[in-house]
């Protein structure tokens, strides 16, 4: 599965960015997707995610993230989106799209030991 990233750049604080992500090869290796973020010298760590389940498609934010972000999904081309609002300095990081093939929980889809494609990451700059 090939994983790419669209959508970044530099934006003023106070404003919105929205990510996009598709990917190619078998959807079912597609199952879960999320966003993960790495600024300079610090840990990738999860922002949203989503995965598919009995039909359904559920959606998980970090904590931090509620109220800030929306991701979407479009099942049919395996590709998902992050819009984030309010953006301040503290966003500004490389974004990383990630995908697994299997069924995560709310837990699970935090944890980037699960994803096992990657995007190459497009670079966000939030300037104040």
């Known amino acids: 599965v090939e994983l790419v990233e669209t959508g970044g750049g530099m934006v003023q604080a106070g404003g919105s960015l929205t990510l996009a992500c598709v990917g190619s090869?078998?959807?079912?290796?597609?199952?879960?997707m999320g966003w993960f973020r790495q600024g300079p010298g610090k840990e990738r760590k999860f922002v949203a995610g989503?995965?598919?389940?009995?039909?359904?498609?559920?959606?998980y934010y970090a904590d931090s993230m509620k109220g800030r972000c929306t991701i979407a999904r479009d099942n049919d081309k395996s590709a998902i989106s992050l819009q984030i609002d309010n953006l301040n300095p503290d966003d500004s990081a490389v974004y990383y799209c990630?995908?697994?093939?299997?069924?995560?929980?709310?837990?699970?889809?935090?944890?980037?030991?699960?994803?096992?494609?990657w995007g190459q990451g497009t670079q966000v700059t939030v300037s104040s």
């Open positions: 990630a995908a697994a093939p299997g069924l995560s929980t709310a837990q699970s889809v935090k944890d980037k030991r699960i994803y096992t494609y």
């Open positions: 090869g078998r959807a079912s290796n597609t199952n879960t």
């Open positions: 989503t995965t598919r389940y009995g039909g359904n498609t559920y959606y």
